[in-house]
């Protein structure tokens, strides 16, 4: 369960304790939530509720206005990722930005990008936390991420870790949302999973009437994705880690309870993903 | 000037002369406003003022739910496609259309445009009509286009027409609201040029607050797209036709003076694409 998908409304503290009472077996905190609390206390919490980890979201955007500004975005990013070691994270994973504010430089974002995982990389292996390259959807490229496609993704890992071990360090984090309307996803997935850089998947659904950009993810089963071959997709290319529901839904799932779209989130896993 | 610029708020005999008189030398009509009005009486009109036609707005969706509804469809087209060769558009616009309602199987409606547009290849070389495949956005991939990438409409066009003479029948539309983002859009309009595949180039602007996911084009220099990149590699690539101007835009372009609006796009033409 990534805590996303119950709106940040509650303190970590009680997000663990509904998350293991509805029967998860892991949960992906955000930074915004450990905030104030002392690291090692939630990686506890999490221990003690019988959860894993399967991800700590996520990184601080990585193109900047200027070098100061990017060398900033670093030094945040790798106290991030000792945070995703404390917690014993499957993987870090990365949002990492969009177009800095007033440029039109897609081409200098994008080299900004493959500068600045590289540099992350080398923290990484250090603090022996994976990285987990989030491709995000087309629609984020001005605001979010220059990172568009599977296949961006997996071309930036092989530049940056040419020749993956059996565990490589820099991987990539599925997201249906981002991802399902991809004409080579079937073939981006058997690559990610030849070289083992599958290190999360993420499930939401495709709303046909999309009535935001950030804001309306679908409920499993409300949309037009087709999870259940995405996720053979993604099995049957070697991953055996969670299924990590991440839901932002301002107009519908952010204004239940909880406990409501938990529940309808551990039926709707096994009924239609 | 492509007419949805100007928000269908007027006959299409008004939006003619207004387009004509605000100096632009081509016009894109669409099909909605020529419901009515026999075909030859509008081509004179547009003749008349002195106007090209720099492409016909646009097919009817491809991939249907059943048979009946795709055999419909393809008929549907061949009749547009038979206007557009009495107006002398430059090409025949193909928005492709999305998932058929209710339907989560992307690769049959990819299966369903290869398809139905081999089908309607064979009548637009009896007409004379070439046809522009639009790869759209990709966050339409659900209601309006399961043709999402410039690679895509390209794969598409060199499997149903291998070797393209010195005028492919089947082409593509580059529409920088769509392709911006795409990591290889060089490497596409490059591809597309060699092969004499770029029938039509559409300008508008992606705003970075995009505030809806259909009606909220930016003006051209009010956003974040590189235009003059993309305009610079598309005619490197051997295109010589005319800039087109498509904006939907109810939060703001559509509620001013259609004279403001193209007023506004003939300045921007000339100082930021």
């Given at each position: 369960?990534n ?25 992906a ?26 991800g ?78 989030e ?38 984090a599925v997201d249906v949302y981002h ?21 999360a998947y993420h499930v939401s ?38 299924v990590e529901v991440e ?27």
């Amino acid at each position: 369960m990534n805590t996303a998908t119950l709106g940040f409304r509650q303190p970590i503290a009680a997000t663990i304790e509904a998350v293991a009472r509805a029967g998860f077996g892991a949960i992906a905190p955000w930074r915004r939530e450990l905030e104030g609390e002392p690291v090692e206390s939630v990686a506890r919490r999490i221990r003690d509720a019988g959860l894993a980890v399967s991800g700590y979201c996520r990184s601080t955007y990585i193109p900047a206005a200027d070098r100061d500004a990017f060398a900033a975005g670093l030094a945040d990013n790798r106290r991030a990722i000792d945070q995703a070691a404390a917690l014993g994270a499957a993987c870090f994973v990365m949002v990492v930005g969009g177009l800095p504010e007033g440029s039109r430089d897609l081409p200098d974002a994008r080299a900004q990008l493959v500068e600045g995982t590289a540099a992350l990389l080398d923290h990484a292996r250090k603090a022996g936390m994976r990285l987990a390259l989030e491709p995000l959807h087309p629609m984020y490229a001005a605001d979010r991420s220059v990172l568009n496609t599977l296949a961006q993704a997996l071309d930036l890992a092989a530049a940056l870790e040419p020749a993956p071990a059996d565990a490589p360090m820099l991987g990539v984090a599925v997201d249906v949302y981002h991802v399902w309307w991809d004409p080579a996803l079937s073939a981006g997935i058997a690559r990610a999973g030849r070289d083992r850089r599958i290190l999360a998947y993420h499930v939401s659904d495709w709303r046909r009437e999309t009535r935001d950009l950030l804001n309306d993810r679908g409920m499993m089963g409300d949309g037009v994705i087709d999870l259940r071959a995405i996720r053979a997709a993604v099995e049957s290319a070697g991953y055996t880690g969670a299924v990590e529901v991440e839901i932002f839904s301002t107009l519908d799932w952010w204004r239940r309870e909880p406990a409501e779209t938990l529940a309808a989130c551990a039926e709707r896993l096994q009924t239609v993903c």
